[in-house]
């Protein structure tokens, strides 16, 4: 092979690209040029080219520099070589064989993001081993930290088993993971379980059963401190909105478990899927502290109701509010205007326990 300089040009780049023809190896090329020079009586290629160069006479002056001249590539033997040259138009990319592996994603980038619209982080102690008690093949992937690891014990077991993906990582690595500083030492990326339709639910009621409808509350630590309440006085359905707000990872971390036992319902029109309710024989209880209605702790409250409460600013809506059957709200010094909607949650619902319940 000539040095690198027969293949570049002026400003130094390569003008060819030299590539072996396939079933070709260097041992069969200098085969076959040994038998060449045999058959020449011992001759090479370049007493081939002296020899044509007296032929060619004075026209060879005019290509010595070069060494050939067009008679020698007429009637030279040819050697065969094992390289071929290819061109290559300036336009066309080059594309790189890696045996089938390739630097992009095998999976529909459509489809990756709607897989990750189908999937939630959640993190927090609680909030992950109740998710893991409850709904473990619900688990996609979890990070801990060292130091938790020893309570996760049984759920790092049954992910290997299982061939689910986990790391044991450091506090800054688990941070990025989860998305906050405040990750308990431990976070899941999980399945989203979504709303149900009323029809759903109601298909699985009981016969004392209250059911919490939300009206524009979406702060996640208001909603995780209301799925906690609503775990411990047995309250099961909780309408809202958007469902998917119950899913997200602040919320589920204050509920500290309690998330689990709650059964979200879409609500495709607040006040519509209220007259769902009543229908299937439920009582509409509405709350407020700005309009008249009587003290919860002196109110009658039914085995089936749907308790009905509104964000703190504004309570609830005047087409909410005329759906109720009944209001209550919940008596004080007064020297606030109202309670936070999860606390004031916390008290109806242990007041609906206390009278329904506990009998």
Not at 220 to 243: E, T, Y
Request: charged share 30%; proline share 2%.
């Amino acid at each position: 092979m000539n040095d690198s300089n027969d293949f570049s040009g002026k400003n130094g780049k390569v003008k060819v690209m030299y590539v072996r023809s396939e079933g070709q190896d260097d041992n069969k090329g200098s085969d076959k040029r040994q038998n060449d020079n045999k058959r020449r009586g011992g001759r090479d290629d370049r007493g081939d080219r002296r020899g044509s160069d007296n032929r060619s006479g004075g026209r060879n002056e005019r290509s010595g520099r070069s060494g050939r001249s067009d008679s020698d590539r007429d009637s030279a033997p040819r050697e065969r070589s094992p390289w071929r040259t290819i061109s290559r138009p300036d336009s066309e990319e080059l594309i790189n064989d890696h045996g089938g592996i390739s630097g992009k994603s095998l999976i529909d980038p459509e489809q990756l993001r709607k897989q990750r619209q189908e999937e939630t982080r959640i993190y927090g102690e609680n909030a992950c081993q109740a998710m893991f008690k409850n709904r473990p093949d619900a688990i996609v992937r979890a990070w801990f930290l060292k130091s938790v690891t020893p309570r996760f014990r049984d759920a790092l077991k049954w992910m290997a088993a299982n061939r689910k993906a986990y790391h044991v990582v450091d506090d800054e690595e688990l941070e990025k993971a989860s998305g906050t500083e405040h990750h308990g030492g431990v976070c899941f990326i999980i399945k989203k379980r979504g709303g149900m339709d009323v029809e759903t639910y109601l298909q699985e009621a009981t016969d004392k059963d209250c059911v919490l409808a939300l009206e524009d509350v979406g702060n996640p630590h208001n909603l995780g401190g209301i799925m906690r309440s609503c775990a411990h006085f047995g309250v099961q359905g909780v309408i809202l909105q958007d469902a998917g707000m119950l899913e997200s990872g602040a919320a589920i971390r204050t509920a500290e478990g309690g998330a689990e036992h709650i059964k979200a319902i879409d609500a495709d029109g607040f006040t519509s899927t209220l007259t769902k309710f009543r229908d299937a024989g439920y009582t509409i209880v509405t709350t407020s502290s700005h309009k008249g209605s009587q003290d919860i702790a002196k109110a009658q409250l039914p085995a089936k109701m749907v308790l009905v409460l509104g964000q703190e600013s504004d309570g609830l809506s005047d087409s909410a509010w005329d759906e109720g059957d009944m209001s209550v709200y919940i008596g004080g010094t007064g020297k606030v205007e109202s309670l936070n909607v999860s606390v004031a949650t916390g008290v109806m619902l242990a007041q609906w326990w206390q009278q329904n319940k506990t009998k």
